[in-house]
C-alpha cells in the first residue's frame, strides 16, 4: 500500500477506518446498556450524580482486575458524548445519555437498542451483497430467520414485546411533536382508526391530547389482545390489506414504510375505499428523506431506509415519492409539515 502523502490522504484513511470501526460503538453502547451503566451514575447518591471510578465499580460489580478496562469502556462513551469526564476523574451523565435510562424515564430509547442488536437482527445485515446479487432471492432477514419479520415477531413472545416496548417509547416523543406542531389536525374529528395501530400507544395519546376524539386501533388479532381499552379508545381485529373500518379520519404512523411501494399502496387504497364522500382524511407520521435535513438527520433516514429493506422489505420515501403513491390511491391533495421529530405530518384528502 501506498504511503500518505498529503493531508487528504490522511482524511480519507481516516473516513473508512470511521466506517469499518462503526460497530464499536454499537457493541459499547449494548455493554453499557446490559451493565445499566447509565442507571448506575444517575441513581448514585451525590448531589450531582457524579460517580467516581472506583465507585461505579462497586455499583456494577466489577471485579478489580477489570477496573482498568471499565475506564476504557467510559472513556469512549465520553468520547460517544454519553459522558462528561470531570478534572476530578468523576463522571456525570450527558443529556443524550439520559435517553438510555431504563429506571423510570419516559424518554428512554433502551428498548429499541435491545431490540435492534439481536443476535438475527444483526446477522441479516450480513445478507445485503447476497440480496442484491440473486434475484428472487427472500429478504436478508428471511435468510436468517427462515420466516417473514412479522411472522417472527407475531410468533415469539419474548420478541413481540421487545418490538412493542422498541415502538412504545419511540412513539412518545413523536406523538408529542404531532400534538404541538399539528393539532388543528384534529380538529373536527369524531371518530379516528389507528390503521396497524398496535397495542395503542399512539391512539391513547391522540384521545389524551383531544378528548372529544374516539379512536379504533385496528390492527392483527394477535396485536389488538394484547392492547388495554380505555375511555375513547376501542380495538377491532382486522386486516388492512383487507378493509379498514370507516370513520371520519384515518391514522397512519410509521406502517407504510414497513411495506414495499406495491404493499404500500394497498393499504392507502383500502382507506381510500373506507371514505365516505370528499370530507374524510388520512393522516401519515412517517419519514421523509428531506435533502434539507441536517447532516446527522440525512445520516438516519438513509441508514432506517437500509434497515427497513433488510427486515421487512419497505423503504423511506422522499416527498415526490409520497405524493406519487398517494396520487394512485386517489388522493390528490396533500399537505407536508416538518415536525420536532424523525418523521413528517402528512394530511391527504380524496
Known amino acids: 500500500m501506498e504511503g500518505l ?17 462503526a460497530i464499536v460503538d454499537t457493541m459499547v453502547l449494548k455493554c453499557a446498556l446490559k451493565l445499566r451503566l447509565f442507571d448506575a451514575i444517575y441513581s448514585h447518591s451525590s448531589t450531582n450524580h457524579q460517580i467516581s471510578l472506583t465507585e461505579l465499580a462497586t455499583s456494577l460489580n466489577i471485579p478489580p482486575t477489570r477496573i482498568t478496562t471499565l475506564h476504557r469502556i467510559i472513556r469512549y462513551l465520553a468520547h460517544m458524548r454519553l459522558l462528561n469526564i470531570t478534572h476530578e476523574e468523576t463522571y456525570t451523565l450527558t443529556t443524550a445519555a439520559s435517553i438510555y435510562l431504563r429506571d423510570g424515564s419516559e424518554k428512554s430509547h433502551a428498548p429499541v437498542v435491545r431490540y ?13 451483497d ?9 429478504l436478508p432477514i428471511e435468510r436468517v430467520r427462515g420466516e417473514r419479520f412479522f411472522e417472527w415477531v407475531g410468533r415469539d413472545e419474548g420478541l413481540s414485546k421487545r418490538f412493542d416496548d422498541a415502538m412504545s417509547c419511540s412513539t412518545r416523543p ?41 379512536c379504533i386501533v385496528y390492527d392483527l388479532p394477535h396485536v389488538v389482545k394484547e392492547g388495554m381499552e380505555g375511555e375513547g379508545v376501542v380495538f377491532q381485529a382486522g386486516d388492512m390489506f383487507v378493509s379498514v373500518p370507516p370513520a371520519d379520519a384515518f391514522l397512519l404512523t410509521r406502517v407504510l414504510h414497513d411495506w414495499s411501494d406495491e404493499k404500500a399502496l394497498e393499504i392507502l387504497m383500502r382507506c381510500r375505499e373506507a371514505i365516505v364522500g370528499d370530507k374524510g382524511k388520512l393522516i ?7 435533502e434539507n435535513d441536517s447532516k446527522d438527520m440525512h445520516h438516519i433516514k438513509l441508514a432506517y431506509d437500509i434497515l427497513m429493506m433488510a427486515y421487512v422489505g419497505g423503504k423511506e420515501r422522499t416527498e415526490k415519492q409520497w405524493r406519487s403513491l398517494l396520487l394512485q390511491a386517489g388522493f390528490s391533495r396533500c399537505a407536508f409539515t416538518r415536525i420536532m421529530a424523525l418523521q413528517h405530518v402528512i394530511e391527504a384528502r380524496p
Open 5 to 21: 502523502h498529503t493531508e487528504e490522504d490522511l482524511h480519507s484513511q481516516a473516513l473508512v477506518w470511521n466506517h469499518i470501526l
Open 174 to 214: 413523536m406523538i408529542e411533536a404531532v400534538v404541538r406542531g399539528c393539532g388543528m389536525l384534529f380538529e373536527g374529528v369524531k371518530v379516528v382508526v389507528d390503521v396497524g395501530g398496535g397495542t395503542g400507544n399512539v391512539g391513547r395519546a391522540v384521545v389524551e391530547a383531544f378528548p372529544g376524539v374516539k
Open 116 to 128: 435492534l442488536i439481536e443476535e438475527d437482527m444483526l446477522g441479516a445485515m450480513h445478507g445485503l
Open 130 to 138: 447476497a440480496y442484491l446479487v440473486e434475484e428472487g432471492m427472500a
Open 284 to 290: 401519515i407520521v412517517d419519514t421523509m428523506i428531506d
